[in-house]
């Protein structure tokens, strides 16, 4: 049949081709409206196109369909482009009784699901290497093409636990479009993640359609979360600064949809570590330092002493820790289990320690760090003070105020004997630090006193006498401790005077308990020679 060239088509700027005008019309509805009667005429037209799907190339597939009578071999690596060409030129005509494109490529979409694995990475990766338009066309393929994927890694994972044979080869299938040696696929298919190096070929788009797909379909999150770390590390090798950024929001913004520990804490940490130094959204910092927050206490003093921002002079980003310390107790106290405080203010007082010598840590930030947890978390105040103890003797130009707001994160009831000893001598700390200490150990003192004036302090049954005594002993030592203490206060006169009386007065509590220890020792012996009933013994001490 002959033909002539009588249209003259412009594709997206990128060729110019000359086809048949009437050739193409009776394919195409839309050039048909576009020239009505004029497309048997003899004129010469001209069409520029700017948004043709799958640019050039396609249009050339098209035209080739128009000149082989309605022919054309439809193939994973062209289906999309014909399927939204096909709509985009309202090729619903048919000629001599020939299905029209739009038939024939409806009908390629049904066959998708007997595509092999490596047909599917192929028609996802041409449509993200084309950069085709985002049209509902070209993401019914796209969709559909996911979820055949990922439907088969659903049924692998259910089916078969076993690596052997949760490989796409138990479907008929190869592992990948890409040239990989054999030794290499041997490999992949011995691990559950044979998948991962696959899907890291496509792009951020496409990964995160496939992710959310995957959980959709209920897929193991740990596994999820291991691709998306793994898919951050391959491309980070050859990445540029604005589209780490742009990986590194999409990994962050899946992985806050997936279970919060299905992710480990070093990784996440890790995964911290680069969000930090590149220039991401304040928002996606702030999610992922969310989940880390999350399992603060989980976290180990290495985790934490992560460097200051470019262009701090403080050694340690303290802010960063501040912050994960406010996400892990946004969801209030008694969300969270009396342990896990108790780790995370071990954890503290750690960090507290090592951030204290810094000259550059002002004042304002190590209060925020030492009362950012509840009194509560603390059983005891000597690791707090030890580290205060260390930043007053860097920072020796703070003003009595700044000292002084320094020191009153202290409990001083929560400080050892110990430690108030060597409060009591500390230069460093201000006077009235020491009398609240004074204060705190006189009440422990009366609280011990009234222990040993309390019967009940002793042993209500002879076996406990000897407990009875030591604990008694113990008393007495921690009494004897703060009373020497106490002796190098000689502001305090008086107290110090109370102590040696109370010193006095346990001792001769010991005596008495002494004797009457020494009592049912005799009875006891007394009951075994008679055979005396136990219930008849008078008790003492009880």
């Known amino acids: 049949m002959d033909s002539f060239c009588d249209l003259e088509v412009d594709v997206n700027g990128e060729a110019v ?52 009578n309605g022919s054309i071999e439809i193939s994973p690596t062209n289906l999309s482009f014909l399927h939204s060409a096909a709509y985009f030129m309202e090729m619903s005509r048919s000629v001599s009784g020939t299905e029209n494109l739009i038939e024939l490529t409806e009908k390629s979409l049904e066959e998708i699901s007997y595509w092999t694995w490596s047909d599917l990475l192929l028609a996802l990766k041409q449509n993200q290497n084309q950069n ?30 076993c690596p052997s044979t949760s490989s796409p080869e138990s479907f008929g299938f190869r592992i990948s479009c ?46 999820i979360g291991r691709f998306l770390l793994h898919y951050q590390k391959l491309k980070f090798i050859s990445a540029q600064s604005d589209e780490k950024c742009r990986i590194i929001e999409m990994v962050v913004s899946n992985l806050c949809s997936l279970d919060h520990w299905s992710v480990s804490f070093k990784n996440l940490m890790g995964l911290l570590r680069i969000l930090l130094n590149l220039n991401v959204s304040k928002c996606t910092r702030s999610r992922l330092e969310g989940i880390i927050g999350l399992r603060m ?22 802010n960063l820790v501040l912050r994960l310390l406010k996400s892990f107790l946004g969801g209030g106290l008694p969300k969270v289990s009396n342990d896990r405080i108790i780790r995370v203010s071990h954890l503290l007082d750690s960090y507290l320690a090592e951030v204290a010598p810094d000259p550059c840590l002002k004042p304002s930030k190590f209060i925020a760090l030492a009362t950012a947890l509840p009194d509560s978390s603390r059983d005891s105040y000597d690791e707090m003070y030890h580290a205060m103890d260390m930043y007053l003797e860097v920072h020796t130009d703070l003003t009595e105020e700044e000292t002084f707001n320094i020191c009153s994160a202290l409990n001083y009831e929560k400080l050892s004997a110990e430690a108030c000893v060597h409060l009591s001598k500390n230069a460093k700390f201000p006077s009235s630090s020491t009398v609240q200490a004074l204060l705190s150990q006189q009440t422990k003192l009366k609280s011990l006193l009234h222990d040993a004036n309390n ?69 006891m012996r007394s009951k075994s020679s008679n055979n005396m009933n136990p219930r008849s013994l008078p008790r003492f001490c009880s």
């Open 178 to 223: 890409d040239s990989r040696s054999t030794e290499s696929l041997k490999t992949s298919c011995s691990r559950a993640n044979w998948w991962f190096e696959d899907l890291s070929v496509l792009n951020q788009n496409l990964v995160e359609l496939a992710v959310k797909n995957m959980v959709s379909r209920k897929l193991d999150h740990g596994m």
């Open 17 to 68: 081709f000359m086809v048949d005008k009437k050739r193409i019309s009776s394919f195409s509805g839309r050039l048909s409206h576009l020239f009505g009667k004029s497309a048997s005429s003899g004129s010469s037209f001209k069409v520029i196109f700017h948004d043709f799907p799958g640019g050039a190339e396609t249009f050339e597939l098209v035209a080739r369909f128009c000149y082989n």
């Open 455 to 523: 019967p009940k302090s002793c042993s209500s049954s002879p076996g406990t006498g000897g407990g009875a005594r030591s604990r008694k002993d113990e008393s007495s030592q921690q009494i004897v401790l703060y009373a020497g203490k106490f002796d190098v206060m000689t502001e305090n006169e008086n107290i110090r005077a109370h102590l040696q009386g109370m010193q006095c007065r346990v001792t001769e509590l010991e005596k008495v308990c002494q004797k009457m220890q020494t009592q049912v020792a005799k009875m």
């Open 132 to 161: 085709m338009p985002e049209d509902v066309k070209t993401a019914s393929v796209v969709q559909k093409c996911l979820d055949t994927l990922v439907g088969r890694l659903a049924v692998a994972s259910e089916t078969s636990p």
């Open 297 to 318: 206490d989980e976290a180990t003093l290495d985790s934490l002493l992560v460097p200051s921002p470019h262009g701090m002079n403080y050694l340690y980003d303290v």
